[in-house]
Structures are given as structure tokens and as C-alpha cells.
């Protein structure tokens, strides 16, 4: 499913909350900048149950607001790729503010996840039984941290992590985005972000290398 510029919300065009997700469906925005899904504190903003063959990209995540558990996304037994994915501002009562993962291995590649919050743990991302897959990613100025782990051995490289994770490639430096209190995440010229990723496969880049997160800096046409 192709997802047009725009910002789908309960204001904008009556958007219901939380999206459930479906085995083979993929969400492909217009870019994170231009596609904008907000739940506006009304629920969850997306739901994957047991769920197969997906991929959700270039697209933002915001606004949602669980009683429980994942706040952005909440997956249980599923194993979705997610790439170019903002998911910021999201809310969840108990773990997870910007994901949960339950019995799920996904894939992220150049995901940003910020200023998301639990009440009880796992601001950023909370994994139980999951081993996900990070790479070129951020996950910076989450509350109360970055990944809280029940259980499951998260795979994390080339990745900005507020507090420090193992792995090649890995840092802890503030990621610099350009205006985060008014959900700007793209990043300022001086970024230790800028061109310390890794190669991936088929992606587009500016500069040495791709850039750690969501967005791609170029000062100039990509190539």
C-alpha cells in the first residue's frame, strides 16, 4: 500500500487508531518528512498480531498514547521490515513507548526513535522474547531509557544509542537533530551521525558512507 504526502490523523481525515496491521501488507509513505501518521493521543498507532511479509518505510509514527504496552507499534509474533521510520512523541502506560516487541524479530534499517515514554520501562523499545535486527539506527532521548530487555538478544550495529550498546560500530553521542521539540529530526551539519553508518544493500547515500538514522544528510543530490 503506497501512503500519499500528508498527515493522517483523527483531525485531518477521521483516521481510526490503532492501525491493525495484516499478513503481506506493507505501509510505503512518501518519505518521513511527508508522511505522517498520528494517532493524536487517541490510541496505539499501530498493531501487528501474528503477522507476516511486511514492510512499513518511509513514514513517520506519532502521537500514540497505550494504556498498556507500545505505544508507537506494539508486535507480538511478527517480524516486519521497517525501514526510513521516524517514530517519535509516543506514549505507552506501561513498556514500550515507541515499540514492544513480544516473540518478534524484526528488521530496522536507518530508523529513528526519540522523545518517546513509559511509565515503566523500555522508553525507546521494550523486547520480550525478540531479537530484532538494528542497523544505521537512533534511539536517543527516550524515557526512562533507550531498550529495556525482559528477555531476547537484540543484534545492534553502526547505531546511536543514548547509554551505550555493544556492538560494532556502535555510539553514544547526541545525535544532534535540527529541531526535535518541534519534531525535526533530520540532522545538523555536525552530526557524529553523518557518514558512520554502514553499506547497505541497494540504499541511497550522500557523503563517505550512509548516514546513523532516518534521515540522509546531503548537502547535494544523492548518488
Not at 513517520?60 to 505505544?71: E, F, K, N, P
Given at each position: 500500500?503506497?501512503?500519499?504526502?500528508?498527515?493522517?490523523?483523527?483531525?485531518?481525515?477521521?483516521?481510526?487508531?490503532?492501525?491493525?496491521?495484516?499478513?503481506?501488507?506493507?505501509?510505503?509513505?512518501?518519505?518521513?518528512?511527508?508522511?505522517?501518521?498520528?494517532?493524536?493521543?487517541?490510541?496505539?498507532?499501530?498493531?501487528?498480531?501474528?503477522?507476516?511479509?511486511?514492510?512499513?518505510?518511509?513514514?513517520?509514527?506519532?502521537?500514540?498514547?497505550?494504556?498498556?504496552?507500545?505505544?508507537?507499534?506494539?508486535?507480538?509474533?511478527?517480524?516486519?521490515?521497517?525501514?526510513?521510520?521516524?517514530?517519535?512523541?509516543?506514549?505507552?502506560?506501561?513498556?514500550?513507548?515507541?515499540?514492544?516487541?513480544?516473540?518478534?524479530?524484526?528488521?530496522?534499517?536507518n530508523v529513528t526513535i526519540a522523545n518517546n515514554t513509559a511509565n515503566n520501562g523500555g522508553g525507546g523499545?521494550?523486547?520480550?522474547?525478540?531479537?530484532?535486527?538494528?542497523?544505521?539506527?537512533?534511539?536517543?532521548?527516550?524515557?526512562?531509557?533507550?531498550?529495556?530487555?525482559?528477555?531476547?538478544?537484540?543484534?545492534?550495529?553502526?547505531?546511536?544509542?543514548?547509554?551505550?550498546?555493544?556492538?560494532?560500530?556502535?555510539?553514544?553521542?547526541n545525535p544532534q537533530f535540527t529541531d526535535p521539540d518541534n519534531g525535526d529530526y533530520t540532522l545538523q551539519?555536525?552530526?557524529?551521525?553523518?557518514?558512520?553508518?554502514?553499506?547497505?544493500?541497494?540504499?541511497?547515500?550522500?557523503?563517505?558512507?550512509?548516514?546513523?538514522?532516518?534521515?540522509?544528510?546531503?548537502?547535494?543530490?544523492?548518488?
Amino acid at each position: 500500500m503506497l501512503v500519499a504526502a500528508g498527515t493522517y490523523s483523527p483531525s485531518t481525515n477521521s483516521e481510526v487508531f490503532p492501525i491493525e496491521m495484516a499478513s503481506g501488507i506493507h505501509l510505503i509513505g512518501s518519505g518521513e518528512e511527508e508522511t505522517i501518521v498520528d494517532a493524536q493521543q487517541t490510541s496505539r498507532v499501530i498493531t501487528m498480531e501474528e503477522c507476516d511479509n511486511n514492510i512499513i518505510s518511509d513514514l513517520t509514527i506519532t502521537g500514540g498514547l497505550a494504556d498498556s504496552y507500545g505505544g508507537g507499534m506494539n508486535l507480538h509474533t511478527s517480524d516486519p521490515i521497517i525501514t526510513n521510520v521516524t517514530i517519535s512523541n509516543n506514549t505507552a502506560e506501561y513498556y514500550g513507548g515507541g515499540m514492544r516487541l513480544s516473540n518478534s524479530n524484526p528488521i530496522l534499517t536507518n530508523v529513528t526513535i526519540a522523545n518517546n515514554t513509559a511509565n515503566n520501562g523500555g522508553g525507546g523499545m521494550y523486547l520480550n522474547y525478540s531479537d530484532p535486527i538494528m542497523t544505521n539506527s537512533i534511539i536517543w532521548d527516550n524515557s526512562p531509557q533507550s531498550i529495556y530487555t525482559s528477555s531476547g538478544t537484540p543484534l545492534i550495529t553502526y547505531s546511536d544509542i543514548e547509554g551505550g550498546w555493544e556492538g560494532e560500530g556502535n555510539i553514544d553521542d547526541n545525535p544532534q537533530f535540527t529541531d526535535p521539540d518541534n519534531g525535526d529530526y533530520t540532522l545538523q551539519a555536525g552530526s557524529p551521525c553523518i557518514d558512520t553508518g554502514t553499506m547497505i544493500l541497494g540504499a541511497e547515500y550522500c557523503g563517505e558512507a550512509p548516514d546513523i538514522g532516518a534521515y540522509e544528510y546531503c548537502e547535494e543530490e544523492c548518488g
